[in-house]
């Protein structure tokens, strides 16, 4: 079965680090990859999107890695800030769009 | 421009009792998207419409949950009748739809978080 894995529950930081998060997958060959952002009470929002034949995407300090045969995405946000603080998660396809669990990030001043 | 509306946002409930949850999508939005979200979890798709067509609803349980997207703007979710399990978060997605092979993006509203007692 289709399986989305996100590396860890919880990243805690420091200001001005860079947060990686990772985003595995198995028994799929999505044609989009994105990452949302989604605060406490709200809904998630959308950050960035991949497509299958791309394999780095960058918007300001937000950086996408999509490798297709390690079926694995990376996410950096650079210079964190604690505005960043929230709860991340990568989802594949489009229409029928699969979310991973999240990763819970903290950046601490 | 108004995102996605939801209403209510919070709900608590008995078990056993109905329970309604409510969908306005972006304007001209054709596509609407109904998610279940458990705590530390992704959301799940549980229906997705085109205009007034459900085109996937193999994620809802049909025995209790229920939708409705009448004249393909708003959509009504349904359970009935609620059990413990139901407690989540509900959200509700839309997006404008433009074919099959292109990426379409979806825009959430705040959620409906059910509380079944």
Avoid at chain 1, 25 to 33: E, G, Q, R, V
Avoid at chain 1, 78 to 95: E, I, K, R, V
Wanted: charge should be neutral; glycine fraction near 6%; include cysteine.
């Amino acid at each position: 079965s289709q399986k989305i894995e996100q590396n860890s529950e919880a990243l805690n930081i420091q200001e001005g680090k860079t947060a990686t998060l990772t985003c595995n997958y198995t028994n799929y060959s999505p044609a989009y990859l994105q990452w949302y952002r989604q605060d406490p009470g709200r809904g998630p929002v959308f950050l960035l999107l991949i497509r299958e034949n791309e394999k780095e995407k960058r918007k300001e300090r937000l950086k996408v890695t999509f490798d297709t045969t390690l079926k694995q995405s990376l996410f950096h946000i650079t210079a964190s800030q604690p505005a960043d603080s929230a709860t991340y998660l990568c989802a594949l396809g489009s229409n029928d769009m699969r979310f991973g669990a999240g990763t819970r990030l903290t950046v601490k001043p | 421009e108004a995102g996605v509306v939801q209403s209510p946002r919070y709900k608590i409930i008995e078990k056993k009792q109905p329970v309604a949850f409510w969908c306005n999508p972006i304007s001209g939005h054709n596509t609407l998207y109904w998610y279940l979200q458990n705590l530390g979890q992704g959301p799940e798709l549980l229906i997705r419409y085109e205009n007034e067509e459900a085109v996937d609803d193999s994620q809802l349980p049909k025995d209790r949950f229920s939708a409705e997207r009448l004249k393909g703007v708003d959509s009504t979710l349904k359970i009935q009748p609620a059990e413990l399990g139901d407690s989540a978060v509900y959200l509700c997605a839309s997006s404008l739809y433009s074919g099959q092979s292109s990426y379409n993006e979806q825009f959430f509203g705040p959620g409906t978080r059910l509380t079944v007692l």
